[in-house]
């Protein structure tokens, strides 16, 4: 599977989300008013309140903002893979996609031919790019799909790998990592906590950390795609 791509040519990546403001009552009263139109559906969904439903924001991103983005890719170390990986972040959002958006556009030390995440197509890539064009940032050539063929979309995503054509099915990463015996950390948070670390325990570098497993994880279940070994931890480089 996959035989056919370069490993080294991947940029694999991750990215975590938070509302834009901690609460709904910090938002200017026409954008609450948007929110309580775009909620409709989950507050009646969930039986939540218009304050409650606000945790969810971060997941729109017309009402989200970007605080980590976590990257990784192989190279070789005297002849041995390894995964060398980093993160943006940042409570200033602009500052953590101008450090993405530069990547992608000065990679000349690094092959890197396409993206891929997990659950990346639906939304990953389009919430990176959304939130550059409203912080005013040019997208980067890999991430602007317009007029593009399908074929022609620098994208790969982990989980629609798996779906072999299934449009109903959906798997997370954390199901797909125990399948396939990838050993991930059991003593950190999860996505549904981001928003609280963020904006009650203002723990950015946690956020990081728990951003760059995800990345590792990713690219450790593109290798058991592959049927290959997957990286002991001194095969991981944080640079």
């Not at 971060?58 to 009402?63: K, L, N, Q, R, V």
């Not at 125990?178 to 928003?195: A, E, L, W």
Request: proline content about 4%; hydrophobic content about 35%; overall charge negative.
């Amino acid at each position: 599977m996959l035989e056919h791509i370069n490993l080294e040519e991947i940029l694999f990546l991750d990215i975590e989300t938070v509302p834009g403001q901690r609460s709904f009552q910090d938002n200017d009263p026409e954008l609450q008013h948007l929110w309580e139109e775009k909620s409709k559906y989950i507050r009646e969904r969930n039986e939540l309140s218009l304050e409650d439903s606000w945790n969810q924001a971060g997941i729109y991103a017309e009402f989200g903002k970007i605080i980590c983005i976590g990257v990784g890719y192989f190279s070789q170390r005297q002849g041995e893979r390894v995964f060398r990986c980093t993160a943006f972040s940042s409570d200033d959002e602009h500052e953590v996609l101008s450090g993405f958006a530069d990547l992608l556009n000065n990679h000349t030390n690094e092959p890197f031919r396409l993206l891929c995440a997990h659950n990346g197509k639906e939304f990953d890539f389009p919430y990176l790019s959304r939130r550059m064009l409203i912080q005013g940032i040019a997208l980067p050539s890999m991430l602007d799909t317009a007029g593009r063929k399908p074929w022609e979309v620098q994208h790969l995503d982990t989980m629609e790998l798996w779906k072999f054509g299934d449009y109903k099915h959906y798997t997370s990463l954390k199901l797909l990592a125990k399948i396939f015996h990838i050993p991930t950390p059991k003593d950190d948070i999860d996505g549904s906590m981001v928003r609280s670390v963020y904006y009650d325990e203002q723990d950015l570098d946690r956020i990081r950390t728990y951003c760059l497993k995800d990345v590792l994880t990713i690219a450790q279940l593109m290798l058991r795609y592959r049927q290959l070994p997957i990286l002991d931890d001194d095969q991981v480089i944080h640079v």
